[in-house]
Structure formats: C-alpha cells, structure tokens
C-alpha cells in the first residue's frame, strides 16, 4: 500500500525558509512522477512543482526562482525547498505520486496518492 507523509511545515516570516519532506512506503520513488501541491482557505489546489522518474523538473511561474524540488532515491523521499517565502505562499501543502510513463508537469492534478498535508504560515 503506498503512503506518503509530509513533513517540515511550520510558521516563518516572510523572506523566511523551510524545507518540505514527504517520505513514501509501499513503492519505489525512483520511477514515479511525484509533485508538491498547495491550498490556500478559499482557494482551489494548485500545483507548485514536479519530478519525473528522469528527473525532469517543472516549477509554477508563482514559485519558480524560489523553490526547489529534489528526491533522495534511496531514502524514499521527496523535497521542496522553500526560499524567500511570502505571505502568499500561506497554504496546506502536499506532495503526490503517480505512475505515469509520460505527462509528468507540475499542473496535472489526477495523482492516484497523496500525503495528508503539512501546513505552511508565512507571516509579513
């Protein structure tokens, strides 16, 4: 069964940092397609960025330049790195898995696994 956990959310002030984990059980990181999506209160999912099984990386304009998405293979785990953080970047943010031989972009919203979510508050 796979499940994936988020963790590293937190309050930070804005210009701030934090770095999102989301570790996985139950399949193998290396040949997925896994993405970090975020919701605002109010607000509809949006995704911020993607990894393909070949690394190819895809960012949101909103958060590019700022965040960076990498996964560790051999632990399982999943990154996003977050700099110069906003208060707009205030959200519940979860990472998802699918195994897509193709079509891996940071947009694509129909991921079969996602974590719970770990919330991010970013104060001005």
């Known amino acids: 069964q796979v499940q994936l956990v988020e963790s590293g959310g937190g309050s930070v002030q804005a210009g701030g940092s934090l770095r999102l984990s989301c570790a996985a059980t139950?399949?193998?990181?290396?040949?997925?397609?896994m993405g970090w999506f975020r919701q605002a209160p109010g607000k509809e999912r949006e995704g911020g960025a993607s990894?393909?099984?070949?690394?190819?990386?895809t960012y949101a304009d909103s958060v590019k330049g700022r965040f960076t998405i990498s996964k560790d293979n051999a632990k399982n785990t999943l990154y996003l790195q977050m700099n110069r953080l906003k208060p707009e970047d205030t959200a519940t943010y979860y990472c998802?898995?699918?195994?897509?031989?193709?079509?891996?972009?940071?947009?694509?919203?129909?991921?079969?696994?996602w974590g719970q979510g770990t919330q991010v508050t970013v104060s001005s």
């Open positions: 990894i393909d099984s070949d690394q190819t990386i």
């Open positions: 998802a898995a699918d195994s897509w031989a193709k079509g891996c972009w940071y947009g694509r919203p129909d991921h079969n696994y």
């Open positions: 139950g399949y193998s990181y290396s040949s997925y397609c």
